[in-house]
């Protein structure tokens, strides 16, 4: 029998916010569901991570956690993986600390892993709370992509990074954009768990792991779509439509 895909979920009592966690189940169940053998391996913070998984999931995590959380993967473990093409799916701060620079809210700027050509400073205004929805800019994801965002940070790609998503309602990375891929990186603002919200985008990122997948019965993922979108469709999150023009980036 093959080898199970290996799924690391990344410090999840730091970075797991709004059920984050879920989405490394979510992944797994998926590849169970079509008879691939599967599992899941939770880091603790003090923990070595895994150099030798298939699939590193980071979710969301307040500035004090994620601080810590990009402190304890400094030692290039997951640059490694990644750069071996290993699939990384990160949510919120596990995106922002993927980046080249983040400023938290005290306005301390720190150094990112530098898996992500983006750099993440303050939205203006108020934290963007409530639902995200977007449109895939990348082929293969059968949209919308839809999930709730809770963030202060701004996010904004250089020219290595594509955004996952064109937003629709809500904030995402605060340019119009949703997320980014970058190689076998891809990042969101999305929680819901994104993964559980998005079936299409969980199998989007299983298909780079383990190639085609056969079809499976999303009837009540489908169900739990139509209830979120017609919650943003009947401006029930209107007051999280605000969007302004995507500021210049840095040349
Ligand atoms: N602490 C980050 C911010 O507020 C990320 C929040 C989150 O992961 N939900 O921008």
Known sequence: ??????????????????????????LAQRLRWRGIDAETIDVGVDDALPGEADIYVLGGGEDTAQTLAVS?????????????GK????????????????????GEVHAGLGLIDCRTD?????????????DPAVDGIAGP???????????????????????RAGIGNGDGGDGAVQGS?????????????????ADWLLT??????????????????????????????????RQWKPPARDS
């Open 72 to 84: 304890r993967l400094a030692d290039g473990t997951l640059r490694r993986a990644a750069d071996a």
């Open 87 to 106: 699939q990384v799916f990160a949510v919120c701060a596990g995106f922002q600390i993927l980046g080249e620079t983040f400023l938290d809210g005290h």
């Open 208 to 241: 780079r792991v383990v190639g085609t997948l056969a079809p499976i019965d999303d009837t009540e993922e489908s169900e739990l779509r139509r209830e979120r979108l017609a919650f943003v469709r009947h401006g029930r999150s209107r007051r999280w439509r």
């Open 145 to 167: 992509l839809t999930g709730y965002e809770n963030h202060g940070g701004r996010t904004l790609l250089g020219p290595a990074a594509q955004p996952l998503a064109l937003v």
């Open 185 to 201: 990186v891809v990042a969101t603002y999305l929680h819901g768990p994104a993964l559980a919200r998005n079936p299409a985008l």
């Open 1 to 26: 029998m093959a080898d199970p895909v290996r799924i690391v979920l990344v410090f999840p009592a730091l970075l797991g916010t709004y059920g984050d966690g879920g989405n490394a189940s979510v």
């Open 122 to 134: 303050r939205l203006p205004g108020s934290r963007a709370v409530g639902e995200l929805l977007g």
